[in-house]
């Protein structure tokens, strides 16, 4: 089965950015949705599908991480701390962290 332009790259070759991403990822649910492209071409799709959500929600977690929060103790100037992630937050399988 040929590999479809844009999978996890340009054309080029080069990994496509967080925006680029997740519009070629909304350009593939638009496609599936539109239920005109055939069996092989839909399943290619889906399968670019799944690798992208895969990539994008290991780049919203690593960023998750670097969040900091703002602050402000008693007496000190505001100062930033890691952000607590709250337990339990997971969600199914394949969700955003939204």
């Known amino acids: 089965m040929a590999r479809a332009k844009g999978d996890a ?3 080029d ?3 496509l950015d967080f925006e680029q991403s997740m519009k070629r990822l909304e350009t593939i649910v638009e496609e599936l949705e539109a239920g005109e492209l055939s069996f092989e071409d839909s399943i290619a ?3 670019q599908g799944i690798k992208l959500s ?3 929600t290991l780049v919203l977690d690593e960023s998750e991480k670097r969040i900091e929060r703002l602050v402000e103790k008693e007496g000190q100037s505001p100062t930033t ?3 607590e992630l709250a337990s339990g937050r997971e969600g199914a399988e ?3 962290p939204l």
């Open 9 to 11: 790259g340009a054309s």
């Open 13 to 15: 070759g080069t990994p």
């Open 45 to 47: 799709r889906y399968e």
């Open 54 to 56: 895969r990539r994008l």
């Open 81 to 83: 701390e890691p952000m």
């Open 94 to 96: 394949g969700e955003l």
